[in-house]
């Protein structure tokens, strides 16, 4: 079908067949740019819902990543609170103060005396438990050691750094120390 209208434009003489002619290309440019906008808007749609999922993806991996090590973490503390749990040495009979260091501050943990001779010889190790202290093997404080550093108060017999120019290096302080 062709331009009635046109044609009829045509034949009344009110336009040339030049004008005519521009006014189709021109309609026909428009068309085809409308196509390619449409296209265009299509193809952008398209690229923003990749963009979107992308984004989507990136933060879920990063919350999965964030579960896992806080599962990683919870698995940890649980493995540290069962071997406290099941290696700890009873304090029944404890009567004697034993003195140590948790951080800046002193604390004071009573024991018997064997074990206090054993945790100033390293056989045994003062670990944080819940919100008191719990006295267990050297080589089970190892293994929490392993696990959470923090979690390991004390472990004797291990040589501290020292100074060089230190003037009391030659004198030792002895363990049973009562303060």
């Given at each position: 079908m062709a331009n009635l209208f046109g044609d009829q434009l045509l034949k009344a003489g009110l336009v040339s067949k030049d004008k005519l002619n521009k006014a189709k290309k021109s309609r026909y440019k428009q068309q085809k740019?409308?196509?390619?906008?449409?296209?265009a808007e299509a193809r952008e749609a398209a690229e923003a819902a990749r963009r979107t999922a992308a984004a989507s993806a990136a933060r879920d991996r990063e919350l999965n990543e964030q579960r896992k090590a806080e599962a990683g973490e919870k698995a940890i503390r649980a493995?540290?609170?069962q071997l406290i749990e099941r290696n700890r040495v009873s304090r029944e009979d404890a009567e004697v103060g034993y003195n140590f260091q948790d951080g800046k501050?002193?604390?004071k943990l009573f024991v018997t005396e064997e074990m206090r001779d054993k945790l100033a010889s390293g056989v045994l190790s003062i670990v944080r438990f819940g919100d008191g202290y719990e006295v267990v093997p050297a080589s089970v404080a190892d293994k929490i050691r392993a696990?959470?550093?923090s979690a390991v108060i004390t472990v004797a017999g291990a040589p501290d750094e020292c100074?060089?120019?230190?003037?009391y290096a030659d004198y030792k302080v002895p363990d049973d120390l009562m303060w």
């Amino acid at each position: 079908m062709a331009n009635l209208f046109g044609d009829q434009l045509l034949k009344a003489g009110l336009v040339s067949k030049d004008k005519l002619n521009k006014a189709k290309k021109s309609r026909y440019k428009q068309q085809k740019a409308g196509k390619t906008g449409k296209q265009a808007e299509a193809r952008e749609a398209a690229e923003a819902a990749r963009r979107t999922a992308a984004a989507s993806a990136a933060r879920d991996r990063e919350l999965n990543e964030q579960r896992k090590a806080e599962a990683g973490e919870k698995a940890i503390r649980a493995q540290v609170r069962q071997l406290i749990e099941r290696n700890r040495v009873s304090r029944e009979d404890a009567e004697v103060g034993y003195n140590f260091q948790d951080g800046k501050a002193i604390r004071k943990l009573f024991v018997t005396e064997e074990m206090r001779d054993k945790l100033a010889s390293g056989v045994l190790s003062i670990v944080r438990f819940g919100d008191g202290y719990e006295v267990v093997p050297a080589s089970v404080a190892d293994k929490i050691r392993a696990r959470d550093e923090s979690a390991v108060i004390t472990v004797a017999g291990a040589p501290d750094e020292c100074d060089e120019n230190d003037p009391y290096a030659d004198y030792k302080v002895p363990d049973d120390l009562m303060w």
